[in-house]
């Protein structure tokens, strides 16, 4: 199979590429799902929708709209007897001041706060929108999986090709650091890197994206050695080309979609990542909220029956996660030619 020359060829192979793209459409549907919630992304962060996310609109644990107002709860207070021969005092001393009391409180001038009693998928045992905190909980969960999938994607490509153009003393080097961080378990990293830095979303992308660049350095250097002996990077050292301009201009362009195809699948895994820090109280801080710090507060309300935010957050979780798996193999058949037999 000959390769690309990006000068000259390299927009026909992305043209054929979203050709082959818009022919599946599952890949085409889960692209849509993606689009949408990037959109809801981009209207969370300008703080068009979700920005009172902290208010308290609703009562505590105010059910999903559908559910409408539940029954109030049987508290065992013990009932007060009623009847003309009946006297309060004899079983509340300070029965006789309570009209006196109230007449006084209405003297003064209070807010009156009135707090529904549904919100649409229900609200938080504080009564928040459950709505709102699981767009604003998608706006971080995404944006640290895009930013931290980024990063390592960059990491890894950068010295994948120092170590696979180069080879020799920067080779070894490298591979010595690659083999560092992969002699540890990720997951050990991972606990490791957040024990010693400060809860904020930076310091999560900074994390993920110091323990997930291996992966992609392995593959990237692979092809760099690969690619680097081939007759059109041999013409272009011919010509009097530089190390960089082979590198970078010749070589990358062939093997940009093996960099993108691996930033898309690490931008679920680091998603998911992200949910686990916060759901063990490593990942975000306290004033913010993502995925991961709903399902904690979640667990406990669902023992004592509320499942709703429960369900809010798996729902949007799943859907976005299964979405963007589907277009990555969408995306990866059509960045690679080999997988259908075209050139």
Request: hydrophobic share 50%; charged share 15%.
């Amino acid at each position: 199979m000959s390769a690309v020359l990006p000068s000259s060829s390299s927009g026909g192979v992305w043209a054929a590429s979203w050709r082959r793209l818009k022919t599946d459409r599952v890949g085409l549907v889960s692209m849509g799902v993606v689009a949408a919630f990037l959109v809801l992304v981009l209207l969370v962060a300008s703080g068009v929708i979700a920005s009172g996310w902290q208010s308290e609109v609703g009562v505590p644990n105010a059910p999903p709209t559908l559910l409408g107002p539940q029954p109030p709860e049987d508290t065992g207070a013990i009932a007060v007897p009623k009847g003309p021969n009946v006297d309060l005092s004899d079983i509340d001393p300070l029965a006789p001041r309570y009209a006196e009391w109230a007449e006084r409180a209405k003297q003064f001038k209070t807010v009156d706060t009135v707090k529904a009693e549904t919100l649409p998928l229900g609200g938080d045992r504080l009564g928040r929108d459950v709505l709102a905190k699981v767009l604003q909980g998608a706006e971080v969960s995404i944006v640290v999986g895009l930013a931290a999938a980024l990063v390592a994607t960059l990491i890894g490509t950068l010295l994948g090709a120092l170590s696979g153009f180069f080879g020799g003393k920067v080779g070894d080097f490298l591979e010595w650091v690659y083999n560092v961080f992969t002699a540890i378990p990720s997951i050990l990293l991972i606990f490791a890197f957040a024990a010693i830095v400060s809860r904020s979303i930076g310091s999560v992308v900074l994390i993920l994206a110091l323990t997930g660049w291996t992966g992609i350095y392995r593959l990237i250097r692979a092809e760099f050695m690969k690619h680097r002996v081939r007759e059109y990077v041999r013409s272009a050292e011919a010509i009097g080309a530089s190390q960089w301009s082979r590198m970078f201009k010749h070589i990358l362009p062939n093997v940009s979609h093996v960099a993108l195809v691996q930033l898309s699948l690490h931008v679920v895994s680091f998603i998911k990542s992200e949910v686990i820090l916060s759901y063990l109280g490593l990942g975000v801080g306290v004033d913010q909220v993502s995925w991961g710090t709903m399902l904690a507060e979640a667990q406990g309300e669902l023992i004592l029956g509320y499942w709703w935010q429960l369900a809010a957050v798996t729902a949007f979780m799943a859907v976005f996660v299964t979405a963007f798996a589907l277009f990555t193999d969408a995306l990866r058949d059509a960045l690679d030619p080999k997988l259908r037999g075209l050139e």
